[in-house]
């Protein structure tokens, strides 16, 4: 049984981890996409659409970027009909996730290997769910009848989107209609909203600077701590940030921005109107890091469940494991398991095997535009782990003479 007190300290402690070692990273690759977007005049963005037929290849290289933020601007592109169901599994097959800083800083040559193989796989299945189907036509016809879910209680409707063969919805694509300007103006409530966007691009690169130091440091336990220390400065930027990101999502997007989320913008007016999207996306992405933090918490407090174990017992059964634990929805059991891969504890084919399954928090705006599209890319993410990751576990040690635990783990 849980306390009271219990769940607070979870709460707290998942809403200050879920910004730093999160939200934090997400920021910069989404930053960095807006900027492209903006300097270009969204080349990038139309270049994408245009050569459809590179979509597994181009879905693949955004989610290698470390981090999610690459593979979250992927998401809203398939609602518009813009890229294949296919690109969008090759973009979570090969995302890396928060977990790719953990293995960067602390085994380098396991992430090369690892993350590598990821890409050749999600390249291959892309390809192979636009050319053969494997169920996806059912999938999308069912998907096309349902009404596009809205990120804020706007209304959807078709405006002049050409769909593709991956995604069909009749002639045309959803388009968000909150394309002018905020949803509201008020005197109190939207410079309030310009303050809070600003202060949030502070706590973010706080935040950053906080989370590369505890990856260095090799992700160790952070005391719940008010301060000027380490621990102390961890727990206030990332209950700030949280704080702000809430505030951004549930209030502040109706007053600044597009009064939308979970979708990519053709194009930037200015600088600060980039920096602006870039913290209503990651915002929204906070918030239900947030839950699904809570949610993984609460239930191994509640079961007593340890993933890490259960993945290192399994024998020839840990890269299925690690295919598994990728099915759960954001990156903080990737960064334990990563974290235990670091310190010895599972084998280099679970790792890889996880790698090719987790969807990371590119899951999430998914889930929230188009829930039954979601599931269906994670489960599809699953299956090519799983049979890489066993086939890893046959010939990585035996054929190759390479070690399954440890492997490219730098020394202390």
Known sequence: ???????????????????????????????????????????????????????????????????????????????????????????????????????????????????????????????????????????????????????????????????????????????????SGPDHESRVLTPLSHAAHVVWWVAAVAALVLGITYLVRGAPDVAFTFGLGFDGLFTVVGLVGTGLSVYLYGVGRHYIGEGSVGRVRESFASAYETFQHAAMETSFVTVWVIVAY?????????TGFDVAAAAAAAGLLAPVGGALIGLIPGCGPQIVLASVYAQGGIPFSALTANAISQDGDALFPLIAIDKKAAVVASIYTTIPAILVGVGLALVWGPVFGLPEFGFGVLGP
């Open 294 to 302: 809570l949610v993984y918490e609460y239930a191994i407090v509640l």
């Open 1 to 179: 049984m849980v306390t009271a007190a219990e769940a607070v300290d979870i709460a707290l402690v998942s809403m200050r981890d879920g910004y730093v070692q999160v939200s934090a990273f997400v920021a910069v690759t989404v930053l960095l996409f807006g900027l492209i977007q903006y300097r270009t005049g969204g080349a990038l963005l139309r270049t994408i659409e245009e050569n459809e037929r590179y979509g597994p290849v181009f879905g693949a290289l955004m989610g290698l970027t470390p981090g999610c933020g690459g593979a979250i601007v992927m998401m809203p592109l398939y609602v518009r009909g813009t890229v294949s169901f296919g690109t969008v599994v090759a973009t979570l097959m090969a995302t890396a996730g928060d977990s790719a800083f953990v293995i960067l800083a602390l085994a380098p040559e396991a992430a090369l290997y690892s993350y590598a193989l990821a890409f050749a796989a999600a390249i291959v299945f892309g390809y192979a769910i636009d050319r053969f189907g494997l169920g996806v036509g059912r999938v999308d016809d069912a998907v096309a009848r349902l009404s596009p879910a809205t990120t804020d209680g706007g209304v959807v409707e078709t405006a002049g989107v050409a769909g593709n063969p991956g995604h069909e919805y009749g002639t045309d694509g959803p388009v968000h209609t909150h394309e």
